[in-house]
């Protein structure tokens, strides 16, 4: 099990920069995956950034509308995981939750509370 704070959300103008951050309760050097999903009202919950683990790969996994946007990015020493946002744009409005996932296909999730992100127009 792990537990999961998000920080670092709040208002910002559009073409602004926010870095999210969510610490873990412990290491994650070992969690297969460590990702950001976000959902806006009315809508479902979507995968923004996501980044394996080195010992699965190191990948990172972007939602396209977020590409050459955001940068995940994950401290394996401080059991953190970042998420740099820059040129926000109204539509990035949602909270946002973070994702530790345990295993393959079938493996475990745990979520953190979320963190409100907003951009003015």
């Known amino acids: 099990q792990v537990q999961l704070v998000e920080s670092g959300g709040g208002l910002v103008q559009a073409g602004g920069s926010l870095r999210l951050s969510c610490a873990a309760s412990r290491s994650i050097w070992r969690i297969n995956a460590m990702g950001w999903y976000r959902q806006a009202p009315g809508k479902q919950r979507e995968l923004v950034a996501s980044?394996?683990?080195?010992?699965?790969?190191?990948?990172?996994n972007y939602a396209d509308s977020v590409k050459g946007r955001f940068t995940i990015s994950r401290d394996n020493a401080k059991n953190t995981v970042y998420l740099q946002m820059n040129s926000l744009k109204p539509e990035d409005t949602a909270v946002h939750y973070c994702n530790a996932h345990f295993g393959g296909a079938f493996g475990s999730d745990y979520w953190g509370q979320g963190t409100q992100v907003t951009v003015s127009s």
């Open positions: 980044v394996e683990s080195i010992t699965s790969g190191g990948r990172t």
